[in-house]
């Protein structure tokens, strides 16, 4: 199985957190069948995969945004190196000593997972 295939899957599981907090039925969720188990949240994938023999690497990453503005750097070979700068955006919030706008520098995050073993990972990738 792909790592791509794991991806659309967690989306998908994702989603019903979505649903459940409509207050929908349980009934029609997309699930997973994970070693003979019916996944119906993300965190129940990766635990069936725990089971079944997968490891799962889990790192957090978040970078700023930068919405496609960037500073540009000619170096001394003519070759330029662009450096993203990051978009402050308004919170809406004041500050209290002062009440002027407070701003952020919104960051892009997210969780990168690696999983290997039995059946992730494994076979050859279509040509």
Do not use: W
């Not at 994702?14 to 070693?35: A, I, K, P």
């Not at 496609?68 to 750097?73: A, K």
Request: charged residues 20%; proline residues 6%; hydrophobic residues 35%.
């Amino acid at each position: 199985i792909e790592h791509r295939l794991i991806c659309v899957l967690l989306n998908k599981l994702c989603h019903n957190y979505y649903e459940l907090s409509l207050g929908r039925s349980m009934e029609g969720y997309f699930t997973v069948v994970c070693d003979g188990k019916e996944c119906i949240f993300p965190e129940e994938l990766i635990q069936g995969l725990v089971d079944t023999g997968h490891t799962v690497e889990v790192c957090p990453r978040a970078i700023l945004s930068n919405f496609g503005m960037q500073f540009c750097v000619r170096e001394d070979d003519g070759l330029f190196t662009y450096v993203p700068t990051a978009a402050l955006l308004r919170t809406g919030i004041e500050r209290t000593s002062d009440n002027k706008p407070a701003y952020f520098a919104a960051p892009h995050g997210g969780m990168d997972v690696h999983i290997s073993g039995p059946l992730v990972g494994k076979g050859a990738r279509p040509a």
